[in-house]
């Protein structure tokens, strides 16, 4: 048990005491022979619940962080006894990428790592044929949420789509690739005709930026006065798709003909829609 809390990096002071003691629920396995691992109750000090057996042993008094490390005790723990130690065991919460004014920008983040030797980045042009591109070093073994970040730099970008993957190496060599994600180039400007039109009560307009800056997206009625501000602030360069509804102006909006405004930078686009009750 020593080994494994070192190995998985848990954080918890343990102690191997066998049998343990007569009162203990696993004390009838220990004294006809078999082994037995209680992780749980912590029956010299503390505890899981510190009203354990009383009548306060309620949910809401569940020391729910004691009770996570000893959980992964256990399972490390089985993990070894069982060798299934050679599964990758890096948890992958979230990879995704998106373009930005010289290259795209990657990031990933873990759960949890296990022996993580760290990550190669792949990229294609057509999600099927993957080149190496670079190498990130993982965190080892821990428990805590770690982010990672790669910039890429291809040296074509005409290319409208390019397609990324993560391969993580373990040790021992083992390895495990991510999700495939699709990061599409920006190379100017553009506000796109919003879809459906006429509409009711919604609609979708989309607009790429080629590099990050200050923009605003807007809604204005025939004589020019603002009726909803869509998006505000600096952002970063992408393609993006936001929801107009008539619920989101103040008072909501008559039927008729209205107009969408992008603001970027120096650049600026107005487009025509139609709402139809």
Avoid at 20 to 28: F, I, V
Avoid at 35 to 64: K, S
Avoid at 216 to 233: D, F, M, P, Q, T
Wanted: glycine share 8%; aromatic share 14%.
């Amino acid at each position: 048990m020593i080994e494994i809390n070192t190995l998985y990096n848990i954080g918890l002071n343990l102690q191997t005491i066998n049998p343990g003691t007569n009162r203990s629920d696993h004390a009838s396995f220990w004294n006809r022979g078999y082994g037995a691992i209680l992780l749980i109750e912590e029956f010299y000090g503390g505890d899981f619940n510190a009203y354990y057996h009383t009548t306060n042993d309620l949910i809401t008094n569940f020391n729910q962080e004691y009770y996570l490390k000893m959980t992964k005790a256990a399972n490390g723990t089985l993990a070894t006894l069982s060798n299934l130690t050679g599964i990758v065991p890096v948890e992958l919460l979230s990879f995704s990428g998106f373009a930005v004014a010289d290259g795209v920008s990657l990031k990933w983040v873990t759960a949890s790592e296990l022996n993580n030797l760290g990550f190669e980045i792949e990229r294609s042009i057509d999600a099927t044929a993957f080149v190496t591109i670079g190498f990130v070093e993982g965190k080892g073994s821990s428990t805590i949420l770690n982010q990672y970040s790669f910039m890429d730099y291809p040296v074509n970008l005409a290319n409208n789509v390019f397609y990324y993957r993560l391969k993580q190496f373990d040790y021992d060599s083992s390895y495990d690739y991510s999700q495939v994600i699709e990061v599409k180039i920006v190379n100017s400007f553009s506000l796109a005709q919003n879809y459906p039109n006429p509409f009711n009560p919604s609609t979708n307009i989309s607009f790429s930026i080629p590099k990050a800056v200050d923009i605003k997206l807007s809604v204005y009625n025939l004589i020019g006065e603002e009726v909803a501000v869509l998006k505000e602030g600096f952002t970063e360069a992408g393609r993006y798709d936001v929801e107009f509804s008539v619920q989101s102006a103040a008072g909501g909006l008559p039927s008729g003909i209205y107009f969408y405004k992008l603001k970027a930078g120096d650049f600026v686009q107005v487009k025509k829609m139609s709402l139809m009750k």
